[in-house]
């Protein structure tokens, strides 16, 4: 059998609740029902107001972070209990890479910064080896960042590794840990122009003279 590890960033705070008249059992049938059974290893009454639900993963917990409903149909709020910093590294991107392309990249996603971009050096010299690293801090509904991430590099686009602690795989376009990038449903197919599918999987009628998809003819 797996050990249950009750971790802080599984665990979410329901607001507004009145843990008088809702009964834990009840809290947690509501939030399986989302998540799936056996996947809340905790509830504790934090006060007259609120439950503490510690989930199996930060995915289940995601997955009611945007509200959860209980019994009455209530829309109850939920928050993340963590705002732990989290150490993002880029491995061996290029010297010339500005360090504000590293944050404009994560502040785009509303990521906050919480220190300088630093340079590992090679160990005994005062050498950058390419990695940088940022403390920073997620919001809630970004449980991870991508394996790789694109910067530009003169004129083209490469995309480097990325690496952080509790990294799960999540959707390269919207961070999401329920698809990934080629099921992403806000993503833009450069075949066609339409939302939801990428371009290999595009099913647009093609040019009939060069046989090519109407945005690439
Ligand atoms: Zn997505
Ligand atoms: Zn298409
Ligand atoms: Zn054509």
Redesign the pocket.
Known sequence: MEIKRYSRDCTIRVIGISTEKVQTISVIRAIEHVTGLNSVLAVVKDDSSSYDVTLDSKSNAAKILSGVEILDKKDYECSLMYSDTTVVSFMYIPAFIDDDDIIDMLRDREIKIVSPVFRRVVPGTQVADGTRFVKCVFPPHVIALPWSMPFKVGKTTKYYKCVHNNQTKV?S????PE?V?KH????ICNGCGAQGHVVRRCRSAKCEHCHELPLKV
């Open positions: 959707c376009e919207c961070l999401s698809h990038h992403c449903p806000y993503i």
